[in-house]
């Protein structure tokens, strides 16, 4: 029983930043990963961005390797995503998501059982 809201989307342009955050609430004790994904229109949801709660291991695609930040806020139930050098391609609806058990594969889908409802990110060239 947790939830998860997004917020901190907007219009950018190519080049500029933006800050995700993801609130949760419920039953958020037993987290063990938090995630990333965003989901263009007419292309599949893809890895964004992860990071396990314990120990802050994070892992990131490969196209946003160097210019996105995955971190835990101050709260324990806060994860932002700082976005930096944004490019058009990176346009789509960014989504949050948490895992309550180890067997999740953190760079894919499979795992998380909590997903919040998304929040539009825009860069125009």
């Known amino acids: 029983q947790v939830q998860l809201v997004e917020s901190g989307g907007g219009l950018v342009q190519a080049g500029g930043s933006l800050r995700l955050s993801c609130a949760a609430s419920?039953?958020?004790?037993?987290?063990?990963?938090m995630g990333w994904f965003r989901q263009a229109p007419g292309k599949e949801r893809e890895f964004v961005a992860a990071i396990i709660w314990s120990n802050s291991y994070t892992r990131y695609a490969d196209s946003v390797k160097g210019r996105f930040t995955i971190s835990r806020g101050n709260a324990k139930n806060t994860v932002y995503l700082q976005m930096n050098s944004l490019k058009p391609e990176d346009t789509a609806v960014y989504y949050c998501?948490?895992?309550?058990?180890?067997?999740?594969?953190?760079?894919?889908?499979?795992?998380?059982?909590?997903w919040g409802q998304g929040t539009q990110v825009t860069v125009s060239s």
């Open positions: 419920g039953r958020t004790s037993s987290t063990y990963a």
């Open positions: 998501a948490a895992a309550d058990r180890s067997l999740v594969v953190i760079t894919t889908r499979y795992g998380y059982n909590y």
